[in-house]
């Protein structure tokens, strides 16, 4: 049972993190307002939820996510920047991982 659940975990994320990648090519605009839902934690909080029903560390774990939002934004800086820089992939990813 413990297996099933880990492997439909990850086929389910696959699958929404694979759809909205691709769906990059066809509609950027709404592809980066899509991935900007809560859809990783809201399948992560419901993940832990049904798996260990301990309504303390989903607190926990919802206010940290809270408090890491700032930070991670930082990530996304040097690809706003990049309409102007005009860099290849790797230094925007890069600077973008240093900064978060």
Do not use: C, H
Request: charged share 10%.
């Amino acid at each position: 049972m413990e297996f099933s659940f880990v492997v439909l975990k990850i086929l389910l994320s696959a699958s929404i993190i694979a759809g909205i990648s691709w769906y990059t090519g066809k509609n950027p605009p709404l592809a980066g307002f899509l991935i900007a839902f809560p859809i990783v934690s809201v399948l992560a909080i419901s993940f832990s939820y049904f798996q260990y029903r301990d309504m303390e560390k989903i607190n926990q774990f919802a206010s940290s996510i809270v408090v890491s939002i700032p930070l991670s934004l930082l990530f996304f800086v040097p690809f706003i920047l990049n309409r102007w820089m005009k860099w290849a992939f790797i230094p925007p990813i890069l600077l973008g991982l240093a900064l978060s």
